[in-house]
């Protein structure tokens, strides 16, 4: 439902889930509500959630005026037109004689490398000084600014924020949308602003019922926000025992479901480790979708995680620590592993990077190295470069001393590049033109090696690259080619396909070795990650099902509650804190509890009172006074919990209130509420960041 005033009524719109219309009123006169009114009952029935829906926007077709504010590259290949430093600018260009235009366009995009919280000041300052001088132009009244940004919302599953100051900005202008109707409208975009989408804008700035004012571009179509109950395409956690998630129906991804286990005893030789992270491969997606050739094989194979216990014969490791490496079913709390295919995480490194590294590394490094004895010198055709084993794979082969040809969709071209290939060097992986590409890059020579996860034609396109013989090797597995037949059809071919069990684990605890050195020498880095919890494993395989992915995906496993760890409640003093507080301790989550804020408990003060009533309940508490955006206080605060009961969770509640109308804010009124939430959240973030935290 969409309000909006009305002379001395409200206007009403109401659309379905599916944004179908249901009842537009265009005067609502409401009366004072006396009397008490109980809820209704329907209010308890469930919880809802916004989520971002396809819209059907008819794009405007007569012609628009349009004018530009701010540099004309700030998010994207905007359209020509006048541009305009600022409103006032603006403003008295058309005092003056200009035709006010129908939508200005407002881009804004965060700085990028200055620190997260200085970012959302500077943008949040500059942007709401720009729309204030807006809603008071009268010049410009009957004309609309559409403030456009680029991955400042997620609009679907697999997105995440990349703009943190572009969502502030959101925020910020929501508010501004509420008080001034019909004047802002808030769009995110994914690339260029062409003509369609020119109208997009153009249409949703004359109309803003279908979309409330906000909306999505993605791959040309439209999307606004919706408020409706959850889909449940989420897994549900069981309430207690071991589980892992498995391809229950085997043959679509919606067929992965979280299944029951039974807890085993240690063998020899074998760890137990609680899981933080899981790396997701394309194996995992085969297995899901019954293509894999093994029916037995089990999802996640790989991960990062701390010890819980060793078996017999176990040396090196003990209860606590962190290691990383091979294991299955990985997509689970817990997991029994061997010794031989575990190591020690780095310091420094996060359970996510350490669970990004081991499959995609192993195999790079035992196809390039062990099998195809790729030398110095020599030239490798990488398929697949943007994906996980391939990215590691070209960082392999230039420490090798290798040249490295590469493919991958066009739009990742710019990660092969970033990785240091030649622009000649690089073609789509699909279509086989790569052949005469390369061909035509290497003089006719073609390569000396082929790393290979394709198949059908571009298998026997990427043959052709070995005009002089040499090595392909195969790590795909829905294509694999008889050596012999190879070897009679490209003369001096040696043929080899391979799964990287067939290395033994003690040759894979010797390949884990040698790459860890290699990092720490700096030759090697880890991946980009895109990270789901683990409760979204059908996102996330979808998302590799779909080559969507650049780098690697990892799956979060929720670190279990821990009563006796010390649970960090900043805002101590305040009724938020209070609430939260109660109910760890009532719900058994807490015994020990850090409560934070700017002063301590005076006497007679409610939060005195608070800290005397959780010791009444049984709880540990220690009160302290830090100012939780200042990073040297709140790093000296994490350092100094007892290492007996270590830090697992923190609960943010610290925050000022410096509320008033959108026209009546000024920079300091956001600052005095920014600091202790945006500063203080971005500073516990970063000194928390490497601990095992059930919450945060």
Avoid at 69 to 94: C, N
Avoid at 144 to 166: H, P, S, Y
Avoid at 306 to 311: A, C, T, W
């Amino acid at each position: 439902v969409w309000l909006t005033r009305a002379g001395s009524g409200v206007r009403l719109v109401a659309v379905d889930e599916s944004g179908a219309p249901v009842v537009s009123v265009d005067s609502l006169v409401l009366r004072e509500l006396t009397g008490a009114v109980a809820a209704p009952a329907a209010a308890a029935r469930s919880l809802f959630e916004v989520t971002w829906q396809p819209e059907d926007v008819t794009p405007a077709t007569a012609p628009t005026t349009w004018a530009r504010l701010g540099a004309p590259d700030a998010v994207a290949d905007l359209p020509t037109g006048p541009v305009f430093a600022d409103v006032a600018e603006l403003a008295s260009a058309v005092a003056t004689g200009d035709t006010a235009p129908e939508v200005v366009l407002l881009p804004v995009r965060g700085v990028v490398d200055v620190p997260v919280p200085q970012a959302v000041q500077a943008l949040t300052d500059a942007v709401l000084a720009t729309v204030q001088a807006w809603l008071t132009a009268d010049a410009l009244a009957d004309s609309r600014l559409v403030v456009v940004t680029r991955g400042a919302v997620a609009a679907q599953d697999d997105e995440r924020v990349v703009d943190l100051a572009g969502a502030a900005v959101w925020g910020l202008l929501r508010s501004a949308q509420a008080e001034h109707p019909d004047r802002i409208v808030l769009a995110d975009i994914d690339g260029t602003i062409d003509t369609w989408a020119l109208g997009v804008l153009a249409a949703v700035a004359a109309d803003q019922s279908a979309t409330g004012g906000q909306l999505a571009i993605r791959n040309d179509r439209v999307f606004a926000p919706r408020i409706v109950r959850p889909a449940g395409a989420e897994l549900t956690l069981p309430a207690d025992g071991p589980w892992h998630v498995a391809a229950v129906r085997p043959g679509t991804l919606d067929g992965v479901e979280i299944v029951p286990t039974t807890p085993v005893d240690l063998a020899p030789g074998e760890i137990r480790v609680a899981v933080r992270a899981t790396g997701v491969n394309f194996r995992d997606v085969l297995i899901a979708l019954g293509m894999y050739p093994d029916p037995a094989a089990v999802m996640g194979s790989e991960g990062a995680g701390v010890v819980l216990e060793v078996g017999p014969g176990v040396e090196g490791l003990a209860p606590g620590d962190q290691v990383f490496g091979l294991f299955e079913p990985g997509f689970g709390p817990q997991v029994v592993a061997q010794r031989e295919r575990i190591a020690k995480v780095p310091a420094g490194w996060s359970f996510v990077e350490a669970a990004s590294v081991p499959v995609v590394f192993l195999t790079a490094y035992y196809g390039l190295r062990a099998l195809a004895d790729l030398r110095a010198g020599e030239s490798v055709l990488i398929h697949s470069g943007a994906g996980g084993v391939g990215m590691a794979a070209i960082q392999l082969a230039h420490h090798f001393g290798a040249t490295v040809y590469a493919t991958a969709s066009p739009g990742k071209w710019g990660t092969l590049r970033q990785l240091g290939v030649a622009p000649e060097r690089i073609a789509s992986s699909r279509t086989t033109e790569f052949e005469q590409a390369f061909l035509a890059a290497s003089g006719g020579a073609g390569v000396d090696v082929v790393l290979d996860a394709l198949a059908g034609e571009f298998v026997d396109a990427s043959l052709r690259l070995l005009p002089r013989g040499g090595r392909f090797v195969e790590m795909g597995k829905t294509d694999v080619r008889d050596p012999e037949v190879v070897a009679g059809q490209y003369p001096g071919v040696s043929y080899r396909a391979f799964d990287l069990n067939e290395a033994g684990g003690e040759r894979i605890g010797q390949m884990l070795a040698e790459l860890l050195a290699l990092f720490e020498q700096g030759a090697l880095s880890p991946l980009p990650t895109r990270v789901w919890d683990v409760r979204q494993a059908r996102q996330a395989l979808r998302h590799i099902s779909q080559a969507r992915h650049v780098g690697k995906v990892v799956l979060t496993v929720p670190a279990p509650v821990d009563p006796d760890g010390t649970t960090l409640v900043t805002g101590a003093s305040g009724s938020l804190a209070g609430v939260v507080a109660r109910h760890l301790v009532a719900t058994g989550q807490s015994k020990r509890l850090l409560l934070a804020s700017r002063t301590v408990p005076a006497e007679g003060s409610d939060y005195a009172a608070l800290v005397a009533e959780l010791k009444g309940a049984g709880a540990s508490v220690t009160t302290v006074a830090v100012d939780v955006a200042d990073p040297e206080q709140v790093a000296a605060l994490v350092a100094g919990v007892d290492a007996a009961h270590p830090l697992t969770a923190v609960v943010h509640c610290a925050g000022v209130i410096a509320d008033g109308t959108f026209t009546s804010l000024d920079a300091d009124a956001l600052a005095t509420v920014m600091r202790p939430k945006v500063d203080a959240g971005w500073v516990l973030h970063e000194a928390t960041a490497g601990l095992d935290l059930s919450a945060f």
